[in-house]
């Protein structure tokens, strides 16, 4: 019953920004992880930024210091505000939450949103 929706991909320009949003439907209880992952033509998906209940957010060397991981809770969505884009950023990208009922893990995860960095 819990959908993840991505939104704000498109093309962008090397060094721009773009904003993905990830909007979630139905109940989610005890949230356990917050993520963005990101799959490129050719490559394996890659976690990309991550939000782990009790820790700061973690972020792979490929993005750190350009993207940003956030979420507001009232609206329940999650955001991961890119900066500083290069074409390597070009990929799929998809929310991931986890979540869990004390005993048992529940993983969710959006449709995913193109992103495409390019002149």
Not at 4 to 12: P, T
Not at 45 to 73: C, H, Q, W
Not at 74 to 79: G, H, I
Request: charged share 20%; net charge positive.
């Amino acid at each position: 019953q819990v959908k993840l929706v991505e939104a704000g991909g498109g093309l962008g320009q090397p060094g721009g920004s773009l904003r993905l949003s990830c909007a979630a439907s139905g109940a989610l209880f005890c949230i356990r992880a917050i993520d963005w992952y990101r799959q490129g033509p050719g490559k394996q998906r890659e976690l990309v930024a991550a939000i782990t209940s009790g820790r700061s957010p973690n972020y792979a060397d490929s993005v750190k210091g350009r993207f940003t991981i956030s979420r507001d809770n009232a609206k329940k969505t999650v955001y991961l505000q890119m900066n500083s884009m290069i074409p390597e950023d070009t990929a799929v990208y998809y929310c991931h939450i986890q979540t869990t009922d004390y005993a048992l893990l529940y993983d969710y995860w959006g449709p995913g949103t193109q992103v495409t960095v390019s002149s």
